[in-house]
């Protein structure tokens, strides 16, 4: 579905609604610094870590030394989860440079990842969610979320979105390799403000990383453990992210969208629960952080309800739906863009 204007603002009182949305979170007292919350966060995660690498050289056996893989995979998507909170600042440090530092040891130190290509590309994405031509997320060589994207398609590309929907999570597997890709190009072109300090970090990791492998784990065991960390890892943000905004409304790239509309109408939120709420890292109330990306995690179900109200009064569509039928949105939806691709051939 593709939209090219949005719908009119409503029937509230104040002529900018988002106004007063966000006076009425403010006045909830959602929009504190939460220190306590992401003290615990942060010394939840370094035991969590502490324990994968203390592993390393007790197990024996290669299976379980694969299952810490596994494991380990786990918890590097829960530091990706740590890294895109102090991306936005919701563990505000007065000083900005503390914040900065403290999302380079996660990003680039921790995951191996170059934190200024994700805020950059993460950036681009929130101000212009799924807006063609704007939007990252949405550019993706291998995939076509709307059929024009499809057929501009060519060789290996075009083979894949052919039968995307069964081939997105196998290929997901290979993320993490994408995203050092891309923080190498990126470093490399220049763009980064701390190109030196960024490139050198991840240098530490990967050697850190490699070298306890092979320090403790026998060469065929420690290409094992890479592949399915890092493929697990790969699998699992994807898993966990493409629920967000996938086979949700398109916005052409002359969309002239409010801000409210746009972030509602592209965003998905899978319903709440304690164990969704930790296996999403909070990013299953899509629609809440979009509208308030500073809003620590542990808040935003409190201002669900909030958002819920002014959507319903100005009807905006509110998309909220289970953890299956998010999927089977997504895949139907993947598989509807590459129909076309698979008709032409037969």
Not at 88 to 107: C, E, M, P, V, Y
Not at 199 to 204: D, K, Q, R, T
Not at 209 to 218: A, P, R, S, T, V
Not at 273 to 297: K, V
Request: hydrophobic content about 45%.
């Amino acid at each position: 579905m593709t939209l090219d204007a949005s719908p009119q603002a409503g029937r509230r009182g104040e002529a900018n609604p988002y106004a007063d949305l966000k006076r009425l979170v403010k006045e909830e007292g959602l929009l504190e610094r939460q220190p306590a919350y992401f003290g615990g966060k942060i010394a939840l995660n370094s035991c969590l870590l502490a324990v994968g690498l203390a592993l390393l050289p007790i197990l024996d056996n290669t299976w379980l030394q694969l299952a810490n893989a596994v494991y380990l995979a786990f918890v590097f998507v829960q530091i990706s989860f740590l890294a895109h909170d102090f991306g936005h600042r919701q563990f505000s440090f007065r000083a900005a440079w503390k914040n900065d530092w403290a999302t380079l040891i996660l990003g680039n130190l921790v995951l191996g990842v170059s934190r200024q290509w994700w805020i950059d590309k993460h950036n681009d994405h929130h101000g212009h969610p799924n807006q063609m031509d704007v939007d990252p997320d949405i550019d993706i060589p291998l995939l076509a979320f709307e059929e024009e994207q499809a057929f501009e398609k060519r060789g290996l590309a075009r083979f894949v979105v052919k039968y995307q929907a069964v081939l997105i999570f196998p290929l997901s597997l290979l993320q993490y390799i994408s995203m050092v890709r891309s923080s190498i190009d990126f470093l490399a072109g220049g763009k980064s403000r701390r190109p030196v300090t960024e490139s050198s970090l991840m240098v530490v990791h990967f050697a850190l990383y490699f070298g306890l492998l092979f320090l403790f784990l026998e060469p065929l065991q420690a290409l094992l453990f890479f592949a399915v960390h890092r493929g697990l890892f790969g699998l699992f943000m994807v898993s966990v992210f493409a629920p967000n905004h996938k086979a949700m409304p398109i916005l052409e790239n002359d969309s002239q969208a409010d801000f409210l509309h746009r972030q509602v109408l592209t965003s998905r939120n899978v319903k709440a629960h304690p164990i969704t709420d930790f296996w999403y890292g909070g990013l299953n109330y899509q629609i809440e952080h979009h509208l308030f990306p500073r809003l620590s995690r542990n808040k935003l179900r409190e201002a669900q309800p909030i958002v819920k109200d002014l959507c319903r009064e100005i009807e905006i569509p509110y998309h909220e739906t289970s953890v299956l039928q998010s999927y089977r949105e997504i895949l139907q939806h993947l598989h509807a863009v590459g129909a076309p691709l698979r008709k032409a051939v037969n």
